[in-house]
């Protein structure tokens, strides 16, 4: 027997326990799984930026606390087993169900954090779940799952409920994907990887790339602005897929936006430095961005290009004119600390430039206005695609939800049908349930009608239907 028909054979063991699980057990396993994870968000903080050489050690402890303590204080009461909801005037019973095994594929950008994450959504949900980490963050992944698989075990969760896959081939992940045992495929990693699961026969959920445009209006206020999309774009150097990518300001407040951004020691870069930081920030033939420059501080990366900045540097800003795609590469999604930068005379011209940018990589995923404008704020979401419209909030710690607003805290963001996803929603447990519906029989109404013919009746199907053809020749 193959090792993934052990892994699909284990997990499926597991799902036939985990489905016998009553609320009360899930919870406490659920529960012990959080702390598991929540104590060791430093070490594993650690170990992932050791590992992967991405990131920065405060901010990623700081996803392993959304992933722990965000997502559970979100699940926590959420139920999850036996009736959801009784609904006695239209003879209609919801019952939650596990789907059953789920294979998790994981980034090397999030490693430890998506991995808790998933970890606690499929065991909320009574599903066994299989980890597939990225390579070059295998071992901090694996340590966070068995980290978890030894806290559900002692809280009396079945045998196999966690396991992973350290190492293996494209053909066995593809395999995986569409093993019969499988239930859902959980996707987050490259653009390649999500058509994969997408394509592999079995339900899957992916997201796509983000490519945020940030918007500041006229009315914003520009010190808080500014600080803001700091915030978020220096968050573990830019690796959340929804951090702004690229900044559209009014040219009303253009002047001092960008002088607030040099005051926070921002660099906008010339031409010459524009043209050098494409050819090592993205690789125009593969149409991808550079994996070296991913979740790396600003000032490496230029020295990599052959630029000279302050080691204080917070981001790179190029200023594109209206170039926007693969001629511009700047204009597209890369996670590292790098904006493209463009100034519109109007809020229409802010619109169309944001609806472009989007439509380069980021349709359905997230956008972002600084505005004190209701009604702007309004119509700006209303004309463009994004599953998340983010006001005045740094994007990339607004997005993952929990903190800024009330968003379910996810580190899976799903960009709808724009992003070729089926849903725009931020995943969570509520996903990863099939609901069981008992329809009651409607007593004494026609089905073609749907009129009650006599109330206080008792009628079988064929006297019903004669008696409303007689009365409402409705056939």
Request: charge should be neutral; include cysteine; hydrophobic fraction near 40%.
């Amino acid at each position: 027997m193959s090792n993934i028909d052990n892994l699909t054979g284990n997990a499926s063991g597991a799902a036939s326990e985990m489905y016998r699980l009553t609320q009360e057990q899930t919870d406490h396993i659920v529960k012990a799984v959080y702390e598991a994870g929540f104590n060791q968000r430093v070490t594993l903080a650690r170990k992932a930026v050791e590992e992967t050489g991405i990131g920065r050690l405060e901010d990623k402890i700081l996803k392993n606390v959304i992933a722990t303590r965000y997502v559970y204080q979100d699940i926590r009461d959420m139920q999850t087993v036996g009736i959801l909801n009784e609904d006695e005037v239209n003879g209609i019973i919801e019952i939650a169900r596990p789907i059953g095994p789920i294979f998790a594929v994981t980034p090397i950008t999030n490693p430890t954090s998506t991995v808790l994450f998933k970890i606690l959504i499929a065991l909320k949900t009574r599903n066994p779940i299989i980890i597939y980490p990225h390579g070059a963050a295998r071992n901090c992944s694996v340590e966070a799952a068995r980290i978890c698989y030894e806290a559900a075990l002692s809280a009396g969760a079945p045998e196999h409920c966690i396991q992973w896959l350290k190492r293996a081939s494209r053909e066995e992940v593809i395999e995986l994907m569409g093993h019969k045992r499988i239930a859902l495929v959980l996707a987050t990693g490259s653009v390649s990887l999500v058509r994969a699961a997408y394509s592999s026969g079995n339900p899957a959920i992916g997201v796509g790339p983000g490519n945020v445009p940030v918007y500041i209006g006229k009315t914003a206020d520009v010190p808080f602005t500014v600080d803001q999309i700091l915030y978020s774009k220096t968050f573990d150097y830019g690796t959340i897929c929804a951090s702004e990518q690229s900044v559209v300001v009014s040219r009303y407040n253009a002047k001092e936006v960008i002088e607030e951004f040099k005051r926070r020691k921002a660099w906008f870069l010339n031409e010459e430095e524009i043209k050098r930081l494409e050819r090592i920030a993205f690789s125009v033939t593969n149409k991808v961005m550079n994996v070296e420059v991913i979740g790396k501080p600003a000032y490496v990366i230029a020295r990599m290009a052959g630029i000279e900045v302050p080691e204080d540097t917070t981001v790179l800003i190029a200023p594109l004119g209206d170039k926007v795609g693969i001629e511009s590469p700047l204009s597209l999604e890369i996670l590292a600390p790098i904006l493209a930068f463009y100034e519109v005379n109007s809020f229409r011209e802010g619109i169309e430039m944001c609806r472009k940018i989007n439509h380069h990589g980021g349709l359905g995923h997230t956008i972002s206005i600084f505005s004190n404008d209701p009604v702007k704020i309004r119509y700006f979401a209303a004309e463009l695609n994004a599953g998340r419209v983010l006001v005045n909030t740094p994007a990339s710690q607004g997005a993952l939800g929990g903190g800024y607003n009330k968003l379910q805290p996810s580190l899976t963001l799903a960009c709808g049908a724009g992003g070729k996803n089926i849903t725009t929603d931020n995943i969570t447990a509520r996903h990863l349930m099939n609901i069981q519906r008992i329809a009651f029989r409607r007593e004494n109404r026609c089905i073609i009608c749907d009129l009650d013919l006599y109330e206080n009746e008792s009628l079988t199907a064929s006297v019903v239907e004669e008696r409303c053809e007689e009365r409402y020749k409705c056939m």
